[in-house]
């Protein structure tokens, strides 16, 4: 092919990749602002190691107030509408758009700040879209969304984007392909299409299970089907009201959730009128922990693991247990199921 044909070639690819980006980062916009709904401004969260300790061992309602921090699905943040003009136009004349931190004063610092959240929240959304999509997303193109100019600090930005995506859904940003540079978002826990649970597109669900997980091990390990859905009200999760992540939620938690073995729902014994109540299933203990669901809440909650001593002590016994099993398991026995039900049937056990 002539060389002046091949020109021609890539500089309409050039093209038609820049205006496939357009477009995206369009429909992320138009997407975001279709299904999201205001977020509350009077949702309770922790206000201090001390307070939520205390919430939880008393087991006050208060409780509540610490799952509701995990309603950030409806985060400015993340699903914010950030228009093309008005993030290009901070490019050419912001200050820290194009030196390091060591080189700026505490007060642009602080304005720089704010200038990479913003673009972490853009490159969020993108993420996000490219997921939903199935689609991963590659590096050059998630330089053109936060600007070519902030190419220096893009690895301080992935890492905001990943950490506010992680506290919604679960999911880590990763690096699937070193040679093209692609990333996507992999999920936790190994639910089917990668967290979306059901085949096609979507979001995933696994920050929804994990939530769930942690409400079961807080309150007990068993939690009365009342309490679930009194809770996920508070994050605007309603039975038998299609949402636009989890879809119809009383399905997903009821049917799916229990089909794949992540949770347990079953009738408490003697109730009449029959009364439910959800557990951990087997593929929960499998695939996680106690301790990882406790990191995952204290993650979202912005405080430690051990700001919630009743379960910090029972997942550190969990851990130990787990580690004996291995070291047994090493040695060609079947200790690791055993573990795993002797902890499955000690949790269950409850005064009913």
């Not at 080189?103 to 853009?122: F, G, M, Q, Y």
Request: hydrophobic share 30%; net charge neutral.
């Amino acid at each position: 092919m002539p060389r002046g044909q091949k020109s021609k070639l890539r500089t309409r690819e050039k093209h038609r990749q820049a205006r496939d980006d357009s477009q995206s980062h369009r429909e992320i916009q138009t997407t975001a602002a279709a299904e999201e709904e205001p977020p509350s401004s009077s949702s309770p969260v922790l206000e201090g190691n001390s307070q939520s300790s205390s919430a939880f061992e008393s087991g006050s309602t208060s409780q509540e107030s610490w799952m509701t921090s995990s309603t950030s699905t409806n985060s400015p943040g993340i699903f914010g509408i950030i228009s093309d003009e008005g993030d290009n136009s901070q490019d050419e004349e912001h200050p820290c758009s194009s030196v390091m931190f060591s080189e700026v004063s505490p007060s642009t610092e602080s304005s720089c700040s704010d200038v990479l959240t913003i673009k972490a929240d853009l490159l969020a959304q993108y993420l996000l879209y490219k997921y939903k999509i199935k689609q991963p997303s590659m590096k050059e193109n998630m330089l053109r969304i936060v600007s070519p100019n902030y190419e220096h600090r893009f690895a301080e930005i992935l890492k905001r984007a990943s950490e506010s995506i992680e506290v919604v859904f679960a999911v880590e940003v990763k690096e699937v392909d070193s040679t093209s540079h692609s990333y996507d978002l992999v999920s936790k826990l190994k639910l089917p299409n990668n967290g979306r649970v059901r085949s096609g597109m979507g979001l995933p669900k696994t920050g929804l299970l994990m939530n769930i997980l942690g409400m079961i091990f807080l309150k007990g390990n068993h939690v009365t089907e009342e309490e679930i859905w009194k809770f996920l009200n508070m994050m605007r999760v309603y039975a038998g009201r299609k949402h636009y992540i989890y879809g119809e939620p009383r399905k997903l938690i009821t049917k799916d959730l229990v089909r794949l073995k992540y949770l347990e729902y079953r009738q408490v014994p003697d109730t009449d009128p029959p009364r439910y109540e959800f557990l951990w299933g087997q593929k929960a203990y499998a695939e996680t922990s106690k301790m990882k669901v406790l990191e995952f809440l204290a993650k979202i909650n912005d405080t430690v693991p051990s700001a919630f001593p009743l379960q910090y002590e029972e997942a550190l016994q969990d851990e130990e247990e787990r580690a004996r099993a291995r070291v047994t398991g090493r040695h060609g026995t079947t200790g690791h199921c055993r573990v795993c039900s002797r902890a499955m049937s000690s949790s269950f056990s409850h005064p009913y």
